[in-house]
């Protein structure tokens, strides 16, 4: 379903839940709507099912206005973050509800149920009720509820919350592959980067009720658009001085600017290290630290200090050691832009120092 | 060592002294009616039962008191989602007034119907017009039962209520459920535990009632006389084993009904 959303606003009493958010979105696509916790995320999902009522702006499904329908109408399906399956119901009948609601018929019915507990993997499971399954499977008959009435708009809340960090992954891939299959646009809200790099096709950065970026999860890596969203993907430094940093000296020309330093933009090591040499200063470890499958080191090069990882094939790193630190680009920002500032040193072979 | 020896006497002691409380309380008393009542042999008993009047007592004890509970049922869960679900000024004063029959006098309670209906107040006479009476007849034993009985119902409901997550039925929504049709199948289904429960508790307290009856119920053998009162008649006329003879059909009738909601209430527990 093609999904169309224009000028969205929710206030709950005085507080502004979501603000201005616009957006549009391809038939077949997976959506993450990431952010913070309370950023409005939820809201937009559940005005999008018709649970929650749109104060002001357009919801459009397939070029129909749905503002006014209710939730029964708007052919979506949704997974709630605790999963809502019905307590008193089998696996089975949980998923059926939807269809005997529709008055499929018998038939029908059983044969939808059958393909939908095959798909989730769920054989064997059908008699049991909700109390008597895991949380991953609990979470897979919701999916499948939700699915059962062939929905062209599946909305998924927070759907791995509530399930331990091993599952968790091992359904994201599922529900990856699920949704690849079935061609079907979804929607899902996370807090987790992670969940929503690994998994979605497009990422919606939501942030104090603001659509701060829509883009590929690559685009808004690369080419973050806010402050916020560069601080929030990934992981970051920010320097308050960054004229001083060897390669940034023009930075100087906008009072008032600060960097935003990625681990990965900054390279550690000897002197021998570089081929150009001019680009880099010296700095001095701090700490280092085993992340499991590679070094993060903590460096200090001026007043500043600056966070980066380094391979376990290289020569091991301890505190105190001299060394030389390249910083191949900053992110840089102030009170009205915000923009990616490449090492001036590096692309010139022949500084010019005055 | 010592210290589990101590605590080991203690456990003993505490299961003891509550078992014996409870035989000396609950058991015996009750085992004493069984045995009073047939006491004089069988026949003495069934004679006793099918004694017109007092078979008359009995049945209509029971038919008053389905009536009230089948009200109780429809009134108490009605209240116990208005109490749950809605937000509105004085909800909070309305839900601890609900407790008030429970802290009340029953006789207390008979005297509010008795000043509240008779013939001389507002209600008395506009049902009189009507055509009908309520007080001494049948309707104010039903008034009487449904008053003291009130808040079976609505408090084996609400917490049921207050447990159950608004989800449930916005997925039902989602899924093309009407509200009507997410009612009967999702909501109804989550209080049918408590509306059992409670109606059976109901049931057979209305069935015991005395206090609050006694005072309006007019007391006439065969026509409102229930069978609280006819067994304090027999106790005042001295016809100990007629008494005890009904007090067993009661007594019978509770422990079905106290066995039922055990029964409903594990079920509820474990689905």
Redesign the interface.
């Known amino acids: 379903m093609h999904i169309e959303v224009n000028g969205l606003n929710k206030k709950f009493g005085e507080f502004q839940a979501v603000k201005d958010v616009s957006f549009e979105i391809e038939k077949g696509q997976l959506i993450g709507l990431l952010g913070p916790s309370g950023g409005g995320k939820t809201s937009i999902l559940r005005m999008l099912?018709?649970?929650e009522s749109v104060d002001d702006g357009d919801i459009v499904f397939h070029g129909k206005r749905v503002n006014d329908l209710?939730?029964?109408?708007?052919g979506?399906?949704?997974v709630?973050?605790?999963y809502?399956?019905?307590?008193?119901m089998t696996v089975e009948d949980n998923i059926s509800?939807?269809l005997e609601?529709?008055k499929w018929t018998k038939a029908k019915i059983k044969a939808r149920v059958a393909e939908l507990v095959e798909l989730t993997g769920l054989s064997g499971f059908e008699k049991r009720?909700p109390h008597q399954l895991s949380g991953g499977q609990r979470q897979r008959v919701a999916f499948a509820?939700?699915l059962?009435?062939e929905p062209q708009l599946l909305l998924l809340d927070e759907p791995f919350a509530a399930i331990d960090a091993k599952i968790r992954h091992e359904l994201r891939s599922w529900l990856r592959d699920m949704i690849d299959r079935l061609g079907i646009t979804s929607i899902f809200v996370t807090h987790d980067q992670d969940e929503a790099i690994e998994v979605a096709d497009q990422i919606m950065i939501i942030n104090k009720g603001r659509l701060e970026q829509k883009g590929t999860p690559w685009e808004i890596y690369k080419n973050p658009e806010s402050p916020f969203v560069a601080g929030f993907i990934g992981e970051s430094t920010i320097v308050d001085d960054v004229s001083s940093l060897k390669g940034f000296g023009h930075a100087s020309d906008w009072p008032g600017t600060k960097a935003l330093i990625r681990p990965e933009y900054v390279e550690v090591g000897k002197a021998a290290d570089f081929e150009l040499l001019s680009a880099t200063e010296p700095g001095r470890v701090r700490h280092v630290h085993f992340r499991g499958s590679e070094w993060l080191v903590e460096v200090e090069v001026g007043t500043s200090r600056l966070v980066t990882y380094r391979s376990l094939e290289k020569e091991i790193l301890h505190p105190g050691d001299e060394v030389q630190v390249l910083i191949h680009r900053a992110y840089l920002f102030n009170d009205n832009d915000s923009w990616v500032m490449e090492n001036k040193l590096k692309e010139d072979p022949m500084p010019v120092h005055i | 060592m010592s210290s589990m020896l101590q605590s080991r006497w203690w456990s003993w002691g505490f299961r003891s002294a509550v078992m014996l409380y409870f035989m000396i309380l609950i058991v015996f008393p009750i085992l004493g009616i069984y045995g009073k009542s047939l006491s004089a042999g069988w026949s003495t008993f069934a004679d006793n039962i099918v004694e017109p009047l007092a078979w008359k007592a009995v049945t209509l004890t029971i038919k008053l008191a389905v009536i009230a509970t089948i009200i109780n049922v429809f009134v108490g869960t009605m209240s116990a989602w208005v109490l749950v679900r809605y937000r509105f000024p004085g909800r909070r004063l309305l839900n601890s007034l609900v407790d008030l029959p429970f802290a009340l006098p029953t006789a207390v309670a008979g005297l509010m119907i008795l000043l509240l209906l008779g013939p001389h107040s507002l209600v008395g006479e506009w049902a009189e017009k009507l055509g009908f009476t309520i007080l001494f007849h049948q309707p104010a034993i039903i008034i009487a039962m449904i008053f003291v009985t009130f808040p079976f119902v609505i408090r084996a409901v609400q917490p049921l209520l207050e447990e159950m997550?608004t989800?449930?039925e916005?997925?039902?929504?989602?899924?093309?459920?009407?509200k009507a049709?997410t009612f009967w199948?999702?909501i109804l289904?989550?209080m049918l535990p408590g509306i059992l429960s409670g109606a059976m508790l109901a049931f057979s307290r209305a069935l015991a009632e005395f206090g609050a009856v006694v005072l309006v119920a007019g007391n006439i053998p065969g026509k409102t006389l229930i069978a609280s009162v006819y067994i304090f008649g027999e106790i005042e006329s001295d016809n100990t084993i007629g008494a005890t003879a009904v007090s067993v059909v009661l007594l019978t009738f509770s422990f079905l009904i106290l066995w039922t909601v055990n029964y409903v209430q594990m079920r509820g527990g474990n689905?």
């Open positions: 099912a018709g649970l209710p939730p029964q109408e708007r979506i399906g949704f709630f973050q605790n809502a399956l019905f307590k008193h509800f939807g609601v529709k009720y509820r939700a059962a009435p | 997550d989800s449930e916005e997925a039902a929504y989602t899924l093309g459920a009407t049709v199948k999702i289904p989550n689905g």
